[in-house]
């Protein structure tokens, strides 16, 4: 035991402890947690911006459609392909969906304690 329950491992029963260890946090760890997810979610952002810059914008037309077909589409068929690939997991990096996917509940209570 690494806690300062060991000053007291002798007096309380063993069980005791393991309930009372049950109710420490271990914030060392949380942080480490904490500092990987937020290194995926960067590296995400990192990702999206490659793809932007290197296959989205050398082939957008958005600057050469009117203005009416721009606020009727909303862009390009090329940005609006890339607007909707930022929300699918195809185009996510495998650590991103392992730690961060859709359906895991976990992350928005690590995340949020900043």
């Given at each position: 035991m690494n806690?300062?329950?060991?000053?007291?491992?002798?007096?309380?029963p063993r069980e005791l402890i393991h309930i009372i260890q049950t109710y420490i946090r271990n914030d060392l760890v949380h942080e480490a947690v904490r500092n990987h997810l937020h290194y995926l979610m960067y590296e995400q952002e990192l990702?999206?911006?490659?793809?932007s810059d290197n296959y989205v914008e050398p082939v957008c037309y958005c600057h050469r459609m009117p203005r009416r077909l721009l606020e009727k589409y909303n862009g390009c068929q090329h940005c609006n392909w890339f607007e909707r690939i930022e929300y699918e997991d195809?185009?996510?990096?495998?650590?991103?969906?392992?730690?961060?996917g859709h359906d895991n509940p976990q992350k928005y209570k690590l995340l949020k304690n900043n």
């Open positions: 806690t300062p329950l060991v000053l007291i491992a002798r007096r309380l990702y999206m911006k490659f793809v195809e185009y996510k990096i495998a650590g991103y969906l392992t730690c961060l």
